[in-house]
């Protein structure tokens, strides 16, 4: 599996944010988005998965399911954490697994590896926000998909929870997903840079 853009041009609110952007990433890998605020690293991730258009180039997924489309073969994590504060820990994942479709993988499970299984029945309004992020991270294990767009996602996490994620990215990718990250911070991982709008 591979996935490339190739010659990208974003353009938000009128101005153009970059152009002429190529990238590439097989299955197994990693690219980390780095450039200053503002560069365009959302854009680009929103880009990917199909949350805007682009005003030129293109994006290709080679290998994927052909039957698919690319935003159904990608989980994006924005940097809001996307939480129904009323409903719990599990009725949030349960949410999102009925929303996203798909065969869904072991809930109770996924709340373990995110460290959140202590919590599973309490109201998503009276997470920390480090405990919000771990939910939001326990999306991309309750349903299979092979391209993970993330939004720095390491913001709020203690390092006890970088390392956990940094673990959980390690598997992604060694089960032939790929990864790529907007980040101002290591990601704990093997990632190749992409670079956008110049020195960040
Ligand atoms: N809805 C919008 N309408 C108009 N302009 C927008 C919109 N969303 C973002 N922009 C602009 O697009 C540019 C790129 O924004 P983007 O969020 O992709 O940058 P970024 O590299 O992720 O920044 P940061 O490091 O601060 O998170 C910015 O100049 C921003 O103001």
Not at 70 to 94: F, I, W
Not at 120 to 133: E, K, M, N, V
Not at 147 to 166: C, H, I, K, R, S
């Amino acid at each position: 599996m591979r996935l490339s853009g190739h010659g990208l041009r974003c353009v938000r609110g009128g101005r153009e944010v970059f152009a002429g952007l190529d990238f590439a990433a097989a299955s197994g890998e990693a690219l980390a988005v780095m450039g200053r605020n503002g560069s365009g690293k959302t854009s680009l991730l929103r880009l990917i998965a199909g949350l805007l258009i682009p005003a030129g180039g293109t994006i290709a997924l080679d290998g994927g399911d052909g039957e698919m489309t690319l935003p159904e073969q990608c989980h994006y994590l924005g940097h809001r954490d996307a939480l129904k504060p009323a409903l719990s820990v599990a009725e949030n994942l349960a949410f999102w697994a009925d929303f996203l479709g798909g065969e869904r993988c072991d809930a109770a499970e996924s709340l373990t590896k995110v460290g959140l299984d202590h919590a599973t029945h309490l109201p998503a309004a009276f997470l920390s926000a480090g405990q919000r992020r771990r939910l939001s991270l326990a999306r991309l294990l309750t349903l299979r998909r092979p391209v993970w767009l993330l939004d720095e996602p390491t913001t709020a996490l203690d390092v006890a929870g970088q390392d956990m994620f940094a673990g959980l990215m390690r598997q992604h990718l060694a089960s032939g997903g790929l990864i790529i990250a907007a980040t101002h911070a290591p990601l704990g991982i093997n990632a190749r840079e992409l670079r956008i709008g110049g020195v960040g």
